[in-house]
C-alpha cells in the first residue's frame, strides 16, 4: 500500500505557473501525474520511473511542464509554466509498481488537487 497527498494547486492566470507536489509513503517504481476535466476522459500528464529516471509527457505537457522526483523525501512534483486555461482540471498524483499499468491505470490514488487557469 502506498498513499499519496497531493498538494499545490490553485489559481492563475493564464502565463502563469505552478508546482505541484506529491507526497508519497514509500518507494515506488513509477509515478504520475493525471488529470481529469468533469465529463471528460482522465488524461495521462507525465510518468516518471524512479530507477532510470526516465520520463513520459503527453504532447500537452511538452515543453511546458517538467516531472521531477526527490527520491530521498520520496516526493514527485510537476513544475507547470505557461499554463493555458485549457490546463484548468483536478491533478491527480498516481503510482505503481508494474510500469505498464502506471501509464494507464495505476494502482494507486491521491486525492487530487484543483488547478484553475483564467484567461
Known amino acids: 500500500q502506498v498513499d499519496l497527498v497531493e498538494s499545490g494547486g490553485g489559481s492563475v492566470q493564464a502565463g502563469g505557473s505552478l508546482r505541484l507536489a506529491c507526497a508519497a509513503s514509500?518507494?515506488?517504481?513509477?509515478m504520475a501525474w493525471f488529470r481529469q476535466v468533469p465529463g471528460k476522459e482522465r488524461e495521462r500528464v507525465a510518468t516518471?520511473?524512479?530507477?532510470?529516471?526516465?520520463?513520459i509527457y503527453a504532447d500537452s505537457a511538452k515543453g511546458r511542464f517538467t516531472i521531477s522526483q526527490d527520491n530521498s523525501k520520496n516526493m514527485l512534483y510537476l513544475q507547470m509554466n505557461n499554463l493555458k486555461p485549457e490546463d484548468t482540471a483536478m491533478y491527480f498524483c498516481?503510482?505503481?509498481?508494474?510500469?505498464?499499468?502506471?501509464?494507464?491505470?495505476?494502482?494507486?490514488w491521491g486525492q487530487g488537487t484543483q488547478v484553475t487557469v483564467s484567461s
Open positions: 498516481a503510482a505503481d509498481s508494474a510500469l505498464l499499468r502506471c501509464l494507464d491505470n495505476p494502482r494507486y
Open positions: 516518471f520511473y524512479t530507477a532510470s529516471g526516465n520520463t
Open positions: 514509500g518507494y515506488i517504481y513509477c
